[in-house]
């Protein structure tokens, strides 16, 4: 069966401070691959998403960025956090089959970040 | 432009009760629409999802939706409410201008609470 992890689970970081989480998934191979940001446990804002290794493809200019160096991995990343930046941080995945329409997308544990 | 709408920020029903969740959307093409579960401090959870076919799908944890196309409506029901079903729920649809990329878009969430 398919898992999906994220670490850290929760961290805090000073305005300024670089960033680094980690989105890993097992049991699949080729996923397309998410970021969001939740702010306030409400809406999901999608950050990035991923469709093979060194394709990512941003939704929104911000002060993150993301890589996906090996097929099933998934980083996101800052040089200087911003406050703004804090938020809870979901990674999630779907099956790529060609041409299928209907794939639902698999969520992580999520990171909760708070810049300070 | 493709989007959904969760047009209640919070639902209030009783133990027992039946509950519903409202969904509406506004996609080109088929829509392919899933309901998602989210507890604090975790990630979403997968409920249910609507491809083709029957209206009336059944998903997770005694949910189910219906699809309704005339109103482009894609309501989540319960027969019978618990208090442990008290969570945020999305409603999402596919992206239908972003082929292979599995992308979704959310509603804003609706948290329903259950009082025993």
């Known amino acids: 069966s398919q898992t999906i992890h994220q670490w850290p689970a929760t961290l805090v970081q000073p305005v300024g401070s670089p960033l680094s989480l980690e989105c890993t998934v097992e049991g699949t191979s080729n996923p397309n691959l998410y970021w969001y940001r939740q702010a306030a446990g409400r809406g999901l804002q999608l950050l990035f998403y991923?469709?093979?290794?060194?394709?990512i493809s941003s939704e929104v200019p911000q002060n993150l960025s993301a890589s996906r160096p090996q097929d099933r991995q998934f980083i996101l990343s800052s040089k200087k956090l911003l406050l703004s930046d804090s938020g809870f941080y979901l990674c999630?995945?779907?099956?790529?089959?060609?041409?299928?329409?209907?794939?639902?997308?698999?969520f992580g544990p999520g990171t909760r970040l708070t810049v300070l | 432009a493709q989007s959904v709408a969760q047009p209640e920020d919070q639902v209030n029903v009783a133990e027992g009760n039946p509950l519903t969740v409202k969904c509406t959307y506004s996609v080109s093409g088929n829509p392919y629409l899933f309901w998602y579960v989210q507890y604090p401090n975790r990630g979403l959870q997968f409920l249910l999802k609507?491809?083709?076919?029957?209206?009336l799908v059944k998903g997770s944890y005694g949910f189910e939706a219906e699809f309704n196309k005339s109103q482009t409506s894609f309501h989540l029901k319960k027969p019978s409410a618990l208090v442990s079903d008290s969570a945020l729920y999305f409603c999402?649809?596919?992206?239908?201008?972003?082929?292979?990329?599995?992308?979704?878009?959310f509603g804003q969430g609706t948290t329903l609470q259950v009082k025993p």
């Open positions: 991923s469709v093979g290794i060194g394709q």
């Open positions: 999402a649809v596919r992206d239908n201008g972003s082929s292979n990329t599995g992308k979704l878009i």
């Open positions: 999630a995945w779907s099956e790529f089959v060609a041409g299928a329409v209907n794939n639902e997308q698999f």
């Open positions: 609507y491809i083709t076919g029957d209206n």
